[in-house]
């Protein structure tokens, strides 16, 4: 049986008519995308280069004192703080140093015990009042800013000592109000998406910032 033949055996939608696709509709809205997603970065970083360089010279003291960076967030946001803590321990460029940083989304035991035994907002606090020390840094990803669990880490690592790092999105939500925060590198859209985009394209900023200023 050739490949074309098995191909529609198993998916026969693939040879229906095809004459209501409008592709050059769908070619216009991948632009549209691109576009948007790129006034989004423009308008964040325009709005927030300081506080990206502040945050920057934050971690960058914190490693020279021997401190230890810590990230979460929930859903899609807690790959941000997995990717974040995968860039800073093994940089992919030549003669750049591994820094040392937890990724507070990776133990799913303790996370589980933790929200079963005590409730989901404990689940990254549990772990900082075991694991962070004074003069630490905990960075925090949270596309709306209300995450309860976020909110009462960020408390924890205040009273601490901690140095903290939110990014947030959309109005900036409580982690924007907080005075638990020390900086809130807020994107202003309504779209989850493009506030992914720009957190991404941020921490990478950050990385590269932070070894130039080590």
């Given at each position: 049986?050739?490949?074309?033949?098995?191909?529609?055996?198993?998916?026969?939608?693939?040879?229906?008519?095809?004459?209501?696709?409008?592709?050059?509709?769908?070619?216009?809205s991948i632009q549209e995308k691109v576009?948007?997603?790129?006034?989004?970065?423009?308008?964040?970083?325009q709005k927030n280069e300081h506080k990206?360089?502040?945050?920057?010279?934050?971690?960058?003291?914190?490693?020279?004192?021997?401190?230890?960076?810590?990230?979460?967030?929930?859903?899609?946001?807690?790959?941000?703080?997995?990717?974040?803590?995968?860039?800073?321990?093994?940089?992919?460029?030549?003669?750049?140093?591994?820094?040392?940083?937890?990724?507070?989304?990776?133990?799913?035991?303790?996370?589980?015990?933790?929200?079963?035994?005590?409730?989901?907002?404990?689940?990254?606090?549990?772990?900082?009042?075991?694991?962070?020390?004074?003069?630490?840094?905990?960075?925090?990803?949270?596309?709306?800013?209300?995450?309860?669990?976020?909110?009462?880490?960020?408390?924890?690592?205040?009273?601490?000592?901690?140095?903290?790092?939110?990014?947030?999105?959309?109005?900036?939500?409580?982690?924007?109000?907080?005075?638990?925060?020390?900086?809130?590198?807020?994107?202003?859209?309504?779209?989850?998406?493009?506030?992914?985009?720009?957190?991404?394209?941020?921490?990478?900023?950050?990385?590269?910032?932070?070894?130039?200023?080590?």
């Amino acid at each position: 049986m050739n490949n074309n033949k098995a191909l529609s055996d198993l998916y026969p939608f693939l040879n229906e008519n095809k004459k209501g696709v409008n592709t050059e509709l769908l070619l216009a809205s991948i632009q549209e995308k691109v576009a948007d997603s790129i006034n989004a970065k423009q308008a964040f970083f325009q709005k927030n280069e300081h506080k990206i360089l502040r945050s920057a010279q934050i971690i960058a003291q914190c490693y020279q004192q021997n401190g230890h960076l810590f990230a979460m967030g929930n859903g899609g946001s807690s790959c941000d703080a997995a990717h974040i803590t995968t860039e800073f321990m093994h940089p992919v460029t030549t003669g750049r140093k591994a820094l040392s940083f937890t990724n507070l989304t990776a133990d799913i035991a303790t996370m589980t015990a933790v929200a079963n035994d005590v409730g989901n907002a404990h689940i990254f606090l549990r772990q900082l009042l075991c694991l962070a020390r004074k003069n630490d840094v905990l960075i925090g990803f949270s596309t709306s800013g209300n995450s309860k669990s976020l909110i009462k880490a960020f408390a924890q690592a205040k009273e601490m000592g901690l140095s903290t790092i939110g990014f947030s999105g959309q109005t900036g939500g409580e982690m924007a109000k907080s005075n638990n925060v020390d900086i809130c590198l807020t994107v202003e859209t309504d779209s989850i998406h493009r506030v992914q985009e720009s957190h991404l394209t941020t921490y990478h900023i950050l990385w590269d910032l932070v070894h130039s200023l080590l």
